[in-house]
């Protein structure tokens, strides 16, 4: 989903810690990407996309000759 559109970066940033020798982060709310750059965290994204109107269906239109 899209709910993290609507908050605020202070409530979905990933905070930086040590596993071991390992820096890495507590959460991947960036899904693996940080300021256009991949971090190491696995690649996640959920994309939208809209339906294609070009289909064989009758739909309305206008029409430039007779401007309407």
Do not use: R, W
Request: proline residues 4%; charged residues 15%; aromatic residues 4%.
């Amino acid at each position: 989903t899209f709910d993290m559109c609507a908050q605020l970066g202070s409530e979905v940033n990933d905070a930086f810690t040590m596993d071991g020798d390992k820096i890495t982060t507590t959460t991947n709310n960036s899904g693996g990407i940080q300021g256009g750059i991949t971090n190491g965290l696995p690649l996640v994204m959920q994309v939208g996309i809209k339906p294609t109107p070009s289909i064989y269906k009758e739909q309305h239109s206008v029409s430039l000759s007779q401007k309407e």
